[in-house]
Structures are given as C-alpha cells and as structure tokens.
C-alpha cells in the first residue's frame, strides 16, 4: 500500500538515475469518483519548486520515490490547474465535517491505489496509525506489531473518496457526502484495485452501487485472494446470479475456494446450465489444463458451410468471449479440424468448413499440468489450446490470458517463497540481536545466574 506520507521528501530522479529534486506534493483533479494523479509537485535545487505533468513525465513509483522518462533537459514544467488541488497542502490535516456542520475528524495521512501506471487517491486516513505513519514509517509498523504481541489489533481508518467533497471549494473543509457518486466511469480493472483496498463494509458500500455487469467484470478482475471472500460477504442470491453471469472458468476458480456448504447453497440458487458447467469444471483438479480451461468457444460439425458457420458466429450473444478459432466436431463429436476467422472471411460462403480447416491439431489432455499448458501456447505462438479427451473429444479451451495468469501466479508464487525467506532471516536476526541485548543488560545489573 502506499501513502502520502511516504512520499513526501522521496527522491525524484531522472531517466538517466540523476536526482533532481525531491517529492513536495501530488495533485488531483477533483471530478473524479477516485481521481487520478496528475500533476507532481518537488523540490528541486536551492528548493526551487516545480510542478510536471504525472501522465506525460513519472515513468516509475513506489514508496522510495518517483523516476521519470525522460532526461532533466526535456522537463516542460507545468501549473496548478484550477480543477486541481494539492494532497498535502489542501487536505492533509484538514478537518472532515459532516452535512450539518459537525467535526468529524481530521485528515491524519491519503491512501493511494496503484493502477498499472496510475496511482489514484482512495481515501483519508483518519486514525491513529496515520498519526504513527506521518511521525515515521517505522514506528507505525513497530506499534503495531507490539500491539500484536498484546493480542491487540490496530485497524486502518479509511474514509474512501467517493464519500468525500470539497465544501464550496473552502479547502479548510472536506464535506462527508452522504450519496455515492457513479463508478461506470472507471475501468472494471481499476474499481477492482480500488475494492482490494478498502475495508469489507466500505467495499460493500461500494459495490451496492455497481450493476450487475460491472460487479462480475470487477469481480473477475480481481487477484483470486480477494474473490471468494468477496464473493462469500455477498447476499447469496447476488453472489449466485453474479457466478452465473462470469465466465464458467473464472466462476468455478471462484466456487472452489469457498466453503464446501456455501459452494452448494450458491451453485443450488444457480440456473441448472450454469450450475452444471461449473459443476463439470470442478471435477478437473486445480492447476491442470481442465482446471483452467473455459468452455466457451465456437465448435461447429463438419458438415457446415463457410456461410453457415459466420451465422453461428453473428447469433453468439454480446458478452460472448472473444473468438480465435472456430472447432470442427466430426459425427462423433470428436476434433478434426480448426478454422481461423482470417480463413472464414476469405472463403466462398459456399464451401464446406471441412474442406479448409487445418487438420493438423496441437491439443493437450485435461490432466496437463497448467505449466506445459501454458509453454506450449508460447511456444506455438496460439491465442487457445484445445483441450481433448482420450477420444479425442473438445472439452474446452485454454486461451493466452489464462496462460499468462498461470506465469504471474508461478512467479508470484515463487516471489513469496523468497519474501517468505527474508522475513524469516531478519526475524531471527531481531532474535539474536535481542537476545545478545539482554545478556549485556543481565550483565551490566550483575544478575546471578546460579
């Protein structure tokens, strides 16, 4: 996660590693329902300040400052815009009042949500720990790890943006709104990433005011750690008629992680389609080719014509997944042949799909491992894998973006092992070091150790 309070005095260093300046300040524009950075404010030499566009200039950012992409020389500077105000100077430690007038709190540090190459302000910090964070990084984490000790838990106090207006544009207030402003302006992507972040209640608040469309591409769009447990808070019809809309691969990946009862009682409330394909799904073991496969994909028989097929393709419904290749299916329903939508468009409607689609099929069997799976898709060079029984029938098919979640998860995977590492050798380090402190203080008191 990352603060305001963490950014401010990091480094801002060009692309070529030469630092310029130092972060001062972050601007947003205030029309957004969790609005984007745009502008950064820093400290350059004798503390001059200057401002720069984020879109065009910041190529990088974490917690350790902020690197842009290009070279000091080819910096435009830029001005506060009037839509624009500034984080720290506008709302850090400004008060939050309600609609009657009534102190609520105070703005102790700003959460911000990182987006791919965006960082948004989600909300204000309102409790203790931003007190903690703003005096220094480590001391919050240090209270709150003895708090741990003490079974004690120190929660976040997040007021999320949405909830949140300037009042008559008075920076030395921040409105509490009691209406929620739209999503559907936001990539599904991004509310995603923004409902990671919240706290369960604030993220159902949220999530009340998606429809369903955008809930289930929200959904999907979230890492897997989060998804079932989402999926687990939600009013069982909603979660259930949300499963049923998502893509049957992505649902039963959801489905398998819950509860075995809660499972049931959603895939029960399902319609008997949806709840049989998922249900087919889970019958393959996780991390296998029909574990990750989708069973959406155009298959046609063999005796169809080129004109035939194109009309299949135009009935399929608006949500349909996009198609890469069209199957065929001989009498027995078994792959003989593939057909590329390049073929189908540059053919005669006339001819028989039998007699143009590629015959010599790479394919793998539900029991391949989603490692192989995902190498020979790269290797190949294939948008989707069928996946065929031991007849040689089409079960389903992997397609690119599954293969690229297997890499991330593999590599996430093995990142967290080495992370895992890590914490392991500077916890036993605190030990010694602990241990050796007090053997001196035992020491210096002259402790009898008869």
Do not use: C
């Not at 544009?169 to 921040?174: M, N």
């Amino acid at each position: 996660m990352l603060y305001l309070s963490q950014m401010l005095g990091r480094p801002v260093v060009d692309s070529t590693g030469e630092k310029i300046g130092t972060i001062a300040d972050l601007a947003i524009s205030t029309g957004e329902v969790f609005p984007r950075i745009t502008s950064l404010a820093f400290l350059g030499p004798g503390k001059t300040p200057f401002m720069i566009s984020w879109r065009k200039y910041v190529e990088e950012f974490d917690e350790d400052g902020i690197t842009l992409g290009v070279e000091s020389h080819n910096i435009r500077f830029s001005y506060l815009q009037p839509d624009e105000i500034l984080l720290a100077r506008d709302l850090l430690n400004r008060q939050i009042v309600d609609t009657q007038g009534m102190k609520v709190v105070r703005v102790n540090d700003l959460k911000l949500s990182e987006s791919g190459s965006q960082l948004r302000l989600l909300g204000a910090e309102v409790g203790f720990r931003g007190i903690l964070r703003g005096l220094a990084p480590w001391l919050e984490r240090a209270v709150v790890a003895v708090s741990k000790l003490f079974g004690k838990k120190i929660d976040e106090q997040i007021i999320a943006w949405n909830y949140m207006d300037l009042l008559d544009r008075d920076l030395s207030e921040v409105q509490l709104s009691v209406t929620h402003k739209r999503l559907d302006e936001l990539h599904p992507a991004d509310v995603a990433d923004i409902l990671e972040q919240l706290d369960p209640q604030q993220r159902a608040n949220v999530f009340q005011h998606l429809d369903d469309a955008q809930a289930t591409e929200a959904i999907s769009e979230m890492e897997d750690e989060y998804q079932a447990d989402f999926i687990e808070d939600l009013d069982e019809a909603r979660a259930a008629g949300l499963l049923g809309q998502m893509d049957p691969d992505d649902a039963a990946d959801i489905v398998r992680d819950l509860p075995y009862e809660k499972a049931e009682a959603l895939l029960r409330l399902m319609g008997v389609e949806d709840a049989t394909e998922i249900r087919r799904l889970l019958g393959y073991k996780d991390g296998t080719a029909g574990g990750m496969m989708t069973t959406q994909y155009v298959a046609v028989p063999e005796t169809y014509t080129v004109g035939e097929t194109i009309e299949v393709l135009r009935e399929l419904d608006e949500d349909h997944p996009t198609v890469h290749y069209v199957y065929v299916l001989d009498d027995y329903e078994k792959l003989v042949g593939v057909l590329s939508l390049r073929t189908l468009v540059l053919t005669d409607d006339r001819t028989l799909i039998k007699d143009v689609a590629y015959e010599d099929i790479i394919s793998v069997p539900p029991d391949e491992t989603e490692e192989d799976v995902a190498a020979d898709i790269f290797k190949y060079d294939i948008p989707a894998m069928p996946v065929v029984d031991e007849h040689g029938s089409l079960l389903g098919i992997v397609t690119v973006d599954d293969a690229w979640d297997a890499i991330e998860e593999d590599v996430s995977g093995d990142k967290a092992k080495k992370l895992g590492l890590k914490i392991a050798g500077v916890a036993l380090v605190a030990v010694l070091v602990l241990a050796l402190y007090t053997l001196v203080l035992f020491q210096i008191i002259g402790y009898d150790w008869s």
